[in-house]
């Protein structure tokens, strides 16, 4: 047979096994995806699967996305593919119980009314509004919005700084629309943060208002308040809420442990040094409440699951100090930071956390600090921590009269961050191994029999899950939230700092289920380009460079006009009016130098277009050229090798 028919038939038979191997592929293997990033970024967690793995109804999912006005806008069209990508693979793992709708509210119709009334924000772009938005509702009607995948920065959309939590807003989306019930909280306070109507013989003298953020929490959670004269819990919290837990009784103490043995979730805001909590004025010792204790603790719970917080010091920060004006002996002011208040900025927060990462600044008011014990098996992630330029205080200088000069002129950095609050995760023995403590009566019995009550647990059912901070001022309405009162009248309330957040943001995370409190942060999605990096920041600083010599060329003929003009007679004015000879060669030099150096600034722009152009097809050549000659190469070889072999037998 003819060898060219030969070679023509392989042929056709080649490329019909290869189409009929794409088409098998496309249908056995459409779903399939490998991911080879570093961080398994485009991989959904095991608790973001399990969440959509175990809804029990189905979940209707809106996407709107308007996809005219989203082509004018950088970065936009390529993040609508990235949350479809991501949203179609929920829905992979859902098994059919997340239904996906995307839908373009074009302007004008009543798609964009739709988007609108269901809380999708609509962002102000030209010339058309521009929507990106998730809408989520269950079978009983209940709603769930993400109001814009991304934040609008001046005139600009960053996408960049909620892409990493996408994974974490859609799951959390999920999980309350499959658990729509209104979530308990707990709240165990020893202090009157309900407010204290005062004397009323006395026109309220001696009261104070209901801390501001009781209701900032009530607003998306029920409250169920509970004494400290109490000896339980009450039943279904979700998340228990203690602050400044000061000299709460052992019985309290029991249930607090048994709760979180049980798979109970804890927030808890203790404090070495409270300045809310005022001591009593007593009338024998008018000068005792200047010395009195006003540390809150929990350490015998802490110190039995594994780490505590120092009763006995706070922590002091120069970096991120507050400045106060302090007395001096003259009877005057001056500015000091106070190094135990602290003013802490996005360097300070976990960036990884869902807790923390949307916060941008909160103050802190004597402070203690969060740490492991020896030999401690828990996790503790850091939420919020100092700079390295930090100090643990002896609180005893902070009791009778805080000298901040004093403490700044005393401090001496530890060269080490430390944690003000923090995320702590583990298996755990109870504080009260030998059971619940007993009571009067019960301790006078002379019956010996010791059983314990049914339930009772001497370690966790499963890892705790509990936040906690070191600081309880930080929650006072004075250190995040400052009203507007004019004349008397309230013109409403401003932020100062995003501490309330902080306090929410724990709740809402901890009310998650340990599949959303699994999730973190991810990994950078779009990488730029080091090599191309580079040759930007290199050709940005030849172009600064460039930029101060033009300035300071124009500053210098300035200066030499100006030096002329003081020569000129002032009496004359034409003198005054009209350039000089030497002035006008000063100004047209100017000019010169000018257009020079533009010219200069020019070429270091083109040269840096240029080289990253040069890098990016060196870069094409390899892909579309150096790939399949490695590959030829490597069957060329091959072949010499075949002949070699047969020539040895």
Not at 402 to 425: C, M, N, Y
């Amino acid at each position: 047979m003819d060898k060219r028919l030969i070679g023509l038939v392989g042929g056709v038979i080649a490329t019909i096994l290869y189409l009929a191997v794409n088409l098998l592929g496309n249908q056995a293997l459409g779903s399939t995806r490998f991911d080879l990033t570093e961080e398994k970024l485009f991989t959904l967690s095991d608790g973001s699967r399990h969440i959509a793995e175990s809804l029990d109804e189905p979940v209707h999912l809106y996407l709107y996305y308007s996809e005219a006005a989203g082509k004018q806008i950088p970065g936009a069209p390529q993040y609508h593919q990235r949350v479809r990508d991501v949203l179609r693979e929920y829905a992979d793992f859902s098994d059919g119980k997340i239904l996906l709708e995307e839908i373009d509210p074009e302007p004008f119709s009543e798609e964009e009314d739709e988007a609108s009334a269901n809380g999708v924000t609509p962002i102000p772009t030209r010339p058309d509004p521009f929507f990106f938005g998730l809408v989520g509702t269950n079978s009983t009607d209940d709603r769930q919005v993400i109001p814009f995948f991304g934040t609008v920065v001046g005139d600009g959309i960053d996408f960049a700084s909620r892409e990493r939590f996408l994974e974490y807003d859609i799951s959390r989306l999920l999980y309350s629309l499959a658990h729509p019930e209104r979530k308990r909280v707990g709240v165990l306070s020893s202090l009157p943060i309900e407010g204290n109507p005062g004397n009323p013989m006395m026109g309220g003298q001696g009261g104070s208002p209901r801390w501001a953020f009781l209701d900032q929490v009530g607003y998306f959670y029920e409250l169920v308040m509970i004494s400290t004269s109490d000896e339980k819990l009450p039943e279904d919290l979700d998340v228990l809420l203690v602050v400044h837990p000061r000299e709460i009784s052992e019985t309290l103490q029991y249930a607090i442990d048994q709760y979180v043995l049980g798979g109970g979730r804890l927030v808890a805001f203790v404090d070495p040094h409270c300045e809310a909590d005022e001591p009593a004025a007593d009338p024998t010792n008018p000068m005792a409440r200047y010395g009195a204790s006003r540390t809150s603790s929990l350490n015998r719970l802490f110190d039995a699951w594994g780490f505590h917080v120092p009763e006995d010091k706070v922590v002091g920060d120069e970096k991120n100090a507050l400045g106060v004006r302090a007395p001096t002996p003259n009877g005057g002011y001056e500015p000091v930071q106070y190094v135990v208040w602290l003013n802490l900025d996005e360097d300070n927060l976990n960036d990884v956390d869902p807790v923390t990462s949307p916060l941008q600044g909160l103050r802190f008011a004597t402070p203690g600090s969060v740490q492991a014990n020896e030999g401690s098996t828990l996790t503790i992630e850091p939420l919020v921590t100092t700079s390295e330029d930090s100090m643990e205080i002896d609180v005893g200088r902070l009791r009778f009269r805080p000298d901040p000069k004093g403490l700044l002129q005393s401090f001496v950095s530890g060269k080490k961050k430390l944690t003000l609050a923090a995320r702590i995760s583990g298996d755990v023995n109870t504080a009260f191994p030998d059971g619940p403590p007993k009571k009067e009566d019960e301790e006078s019995s002379t019956e010996t029999e010791e059983d314990t009550p049914d339930g009772f647990l001497t370690e966790s059912v499963e890892p705790i899950q509990i936040i906690v901070v070191a600081d309880v001022d930080m929650l006072q309405d004075q250190w995040w939230l400052q009203r507007n009162i004019v004349g008397g009248l309230n013109f409403g309330s401003s932020l100062v700092s995003d501490n309330c957040d902080l306090l929410v943001n724990a709740i809402d995370n901890l009310t998650g289920g340990k599949d959303l409190i699994s999730i973190r942060a991810r990994g950078r999605y779009s990488r730029p380009f080091e090599r191309v990096e580079e040759i930007r920041r290199e050709a940005q600083r030849k172009f600064q460079a460039k930029e101060e010599e033009l300035k300071a060329r124009m500053r210098a003929a300035d200066q030499r006009i100006a030096e002329l003009q003081k020569d000129r007679d002032p009496s004359d004015p034409n003198s005054m009016l009209f350039l000089t000879p030497e002035q006008t060669e000063a100004f047209e030099q100017a000019m010169r130098d000018r257009s020079e150096i533009r010219k200069e600034l020019r070429d270091v722009q083109h040269s840096m277009e240029k080289d990253i152009e040069r890098l990016g097809l060196r870069i094409k050549a390899i892909n579309i050229a150096g790939v399949p000659l490695l590959v030829s190469l490597a069957a060329v070889l091959l072949g010499i090798w075949r002949i070699q072999r047969r020539g040895t037998r």
